[in-house]
């Protein structure tokens, strides 16, 4: 190598235990030695683990800087490192640093941050409440209001959607706009985001080099048919269905999730609590007063027209009707949850177990919105019904898919268990805004994810395209599952005819929420980007009881 080395993320912290934390980041050099050193004075060290990422990939959608661009999907070289430091104590809030050494000898070391095991229970802790980055415009604006108003938090808890394909490196790590996720989360992007002809600079936010991150699988961290096309884009949009995998193959094919879909980039990149039956996919854990319960409740998304272009949610594009390899089959689910499926098992000796029995706090994370005004909670979250419409010489004329209403697994069968278990909060987001909702037993659902963008919120005239004439009625405004969203507490913002509104849908207005333990509030902030000078505004608090 001869230009000086350098990291390809800064350092950030996993899997934290009462006396250990995991430290990890990135480089594009397998090197000789990787090392966190930490301490009072940096007088302590540990060893790194390498491990080298198997499906990060660039291709010419890639948004990086090099020459010649990609002209189709190319591996990436990127290597993983992560050191355990260990022999913590409660209130440690330790400096730490990392070094890596290449092949040739030269180093390259990270800037000083901090680290602390998990906190028991009493710790005071200010929690981030976060989903659906996606490199959106507004996001680095988001987590460096977030720097600026609360200060150091003590977790992430990351709804999912983090990326928009996650074998695409460079979204993770060094897009050239400046809003990749890694730099965004630690204060290192450079966002120029435009409001009223004023160009403003956003760097993100310090966050994830101080505190761990816990995350759920959002659809964008699902990647569909491994290598079966010529773009990223195109492979993240081939997911199958693992049956459709199964009665396709034969004894000389690859494994069934390379002919379906695969979560291998999110899994090899997070070091996470696991489950034995759903090792990272979900899982629970204890920090400091809170059991967070984080569920796979996620679907492949398909587009809601009917016009037969595309692959869509109630229809096969009409291109692909006779040939059955490029159906996207609806929006079929990644992982089973109701009755019967393991993760089920799972969730409901969960939440007979002591350590959600006796929690002060206890919150449910999944991607999917059990309630919601946005777009993607329609239709109900349950198995796609395919029917096949046929010419009288055989050929296909029409296939569609129906989802029952009464089928919604989430409503159906997960919600009723969590409200008796007296969950006090389901966070989530995948329709990119602000609004809650509670139930008559006190369950409050939050979905805050108006961080970069947003798709708008369905009341009144802002209609959803659902199908007509479909054996089902497809809810077009409101909430399908029947729960009114809840009116901002403290400063609600106003539609076009001064009216309040009880969400927040809005390409120039970004929001973030926090929980504070020791209030037990959860405080919704909002930052208005054609203002870049304006404060962030306190909007909504609630209480979790």
Not at 43 to 71: F, G, M, V
Not at 82 to 99: K, M, Q
Not at 377 to 403: C, F, L, M, N, W
Request: some cysteine; hydrophobic content about 30%; charged content about 20%.
């Amino acid at each position: 190598m001869n230009s000086a080395p350098q990291l390809l993320s800064d350092p950030f912290l996993q899997l934290p235990t009462e006396t250990t934390v995991n430290v990890v980041w990135f480089t594009e050099f397998v090197g000789t030695e990787h090392k966190v050193f930490y301490g009072k004075n940096l007088e302590h060290s540990a060893i790194a683990t390498t491990t080298k990422l198997s499906r990060t990939r660039e291709d010419q959608d890639s948004k990086i800087k090099i020459d010649p661009p990609y002209q189709q999907p190319a591996p990436r070289n990127i290597w993983r490192h992560e050191a355990t430091v260990r022999d913590l104590t409660f209130g440690d809030r330790l400096a730490y640093r990392v070094t890596s050494t290449t092949e040739d000898g030269k180093t390259v070391s990270s800037r000083e941050f901090t680290l602390a095991p998990k906190p028991p229970a009493g710790t005071p802790l200010k929690i981030l409440l976060t989903s659906d980055h996606q490199l959106k415009p507004m996001t680095a604006a988001n987590l460096q209001k977030v720097v600026e108003t609360v200060g150091r938090v003590d977790a992430v808890f990351f709804a999912g959607d983090m990326v928009n394909v996650p074998d695409r490196a460079s979204e993770w790590f060094d897009d050239s706009r400046g809003c990749a996720f890694f730099p965004c989360l630690q204060g290192r992007g450079s966002y120029d985001l435009t409001k009223n002809g004023n160009k403003t600079t956003y760097t993100g936010g310090e966050i994830i080099q101080h505190a761990p991150l816990f995350s759920t699988i959002g659809n964008h961290e699902v990647m569909g048919r491994y290598a079966h096309s010529d773009s990223l884009d195109g492979e993240f949009d081939d997911a199958v269905p693992r049956t459709i995998a199964k009665a396709r193959l034969n004894t000389r094919d690859r494994t069934i999730k390379d002919h379906s879909f695969n979560t291998d980039t999110y899994e090899e990149i997070f070091t996470l609590p696991k489950s034995d039956s759903g090792g990272k996919t979900y899982y629970a854990l204890s920090f400091g007063d809170i059991r967070l319960v984080v569920l796979y409740a996620t679907n492949s998304w398909r587009y809601p027209n009917l016009d037969g272009k595309f692959k869509g949610k109630y229809r096969e594009r009409e291109a692909d009707l006779n040939q059955p390899e490029n159906w996207g089959y609806g929006q079929h689910i990644f992982e089973a949850i109701a009755p019967g499926s393991s993760q089920y098992a799972w969730l409901q000796q969960e939440l007979c177990g002591p350590e959600f029995q006796q929690a002060k706090f206890k919150i449910v994370m999944l991607h999917h919105p059990p309630h919601s005004l946005g777009g993607n909670i329609v239709p109900a979250y349950t198995a796609p019904v395919q029917s096949i419409e046929r010419h009288e010489d055989g050929t296909t004329k029409a296939i569609r898919y129906e989802y029952p209403q009464d089928a919604d697994y989430l409503i159906r069968d997960v919600v009723p268990l969590l409200e008796a278990a007296n969950v006090q909060l389901v966070f989530y987001g995948h329709s990119h805004l602000w609004n809650r909702f509670v139930s008559p037993s006190g369950t409050h659902y939050l979905e805050t994810s108006n961080v970069g963008n947003s798709y708008g919120a369905h009341l009144g005239e802002n209609k959803r395209p659902v199908p007509v004439g479909y054996q089902e009625n497809y809810a077009a405004t409101g909430d399908p599952n029947g729960r009114e969203p809840i009116m901002p507490t403290i400063a609600p913002f106003f539609d076009d005819n001064g009216k309040p509104t009880p969400y927040i849908a809005s390409n120039n207005i970004t929001v973030f929420s926090i929980f504070d333990t020791v209030s037990s509030l959860i405080t919704s902030y909002a930052f208005d980007t054609r203002e870049p000078n304006s404060k962030v505004v306190k909007f909504d608090e609630f209480q979790l009881k």
